[in-house]
């Protein structure tokens, strides 16, 4: 089973909104969550990870996310959207047995202008 | 560092034909990860290794699919014979120490091989 679920297929928000794209996560004790971003005909590049410690994590692009421990969530959060950050948002997480790292199903992020 | 290249970038192919997948990963890495990706299935962790041995196979879908790491610089993913249900994109990954709860460490990707099966 995956350790990790994103429950929105796509998230649309106009251009300098705040944006929220979710991740849920189901490994006990504190796991280490990563994001991920995808653009069209690319790899995934690396966003920011949370280890441990403080539960807001920064990260690039003006990313961040928030770890939440009795919700279990890891939302990636940005106060002001771009056109640019459309893209495939991906929420990875350890598996069960902890040995490697499984990623969520992925959320199209569409900003509007 | 050029990042992990992998080749082809595009690969069209008949059902039948034998594919291979050529990645070269990070210099220094001691990871390399084979994901597959696919509208239907998403993100999956085929196979990885760890300085060049595999470690863990289970994602690999079936005895067509094979994959190697001859040196600390190359690997390739082998399919043969291939179907149309392998057309995906297919990544491959490295990282400086584990990933999972071994370690919290960035995987660098590569652009991928789009493989079409026809």
């Known amino acids: 089973a995956q350790s990790v679920a994103q429950p929105e297929d796509q998230v649309n928000v106009a251009e300098g909104n705040p944006l929220t794209v979710k991740c849920t996560y189901s490994?006990?004790?504190?796991?280490?969550l990563f994001w991920y971003v995808q653009y069209p005909n690319r790899g995934l590049q690396f966003l920011l990870k949370?280890?441990?410690?403080?539960?807001l994590v920064k990260g690039s692009y003006g990313f961040e996310a928030e770890f939440n421990k009795s919700q279990t969530s890891f939302h990636l959060k940005k106060p002001s959207a771009l056109v640019s950050d459309s893209a495939l948002y991906f929420c990875?997480?350890?598996?069960?047995?902890?040995?490697?790292?499984?990623f969520g199903g992925g959320t199209r992020l569409m900003v509007k202008p | 560092d050029a990042g992990v290249i992998q080749s082809p970038r595009h690969e069209v192919t008949e059902m039948g034909q034998e594919v291979t997948l050529r990645c070269k990963p990070i210099?220094?890495?001691?990871?390399l990860f084979w994901y597959r990706q696919t509208m239907m299935r998403g993100l999956e962790l085929l196979i990885y290794?760890?300085?060049?041995?595999?470690?863990?196979d289970s994602g690999m879908p079936e005895d067509r699919f094979s994959a190697k790491m001859p040196n600390a610089s190359f690997s390739t993913l082998k399919i043969q014979p291939s179907e149309p249900r392998d057309s995906a994109v297919y990544f491959c990954?490295?990282?400086?120490?584990?990933?999972?709860?071994?370690?919290?460490?960035?995987?660098?990707f590569g652009a991928g091989s789009r493989l079409t099966v026809l």
């Open positions: 990954a490295s990282s400086l120490g584990g990933a999972g709860n071994t370690g919290a460490n960035v995987l660098t």
């Open positions: 490994v006990s004790g504190n796991p280490y």
């Open positions: 949370y280890i441990t410690g403080d539960n």
């Open positions: 990875a997480g350890p598996n069960n047995a902890g040995n490697m790292l499984t």
């Open positions: 210099s220094g890495h001691d990871y």
């Open positions: 290794f760890n300085n060049n041995v595999p470690i863990d």
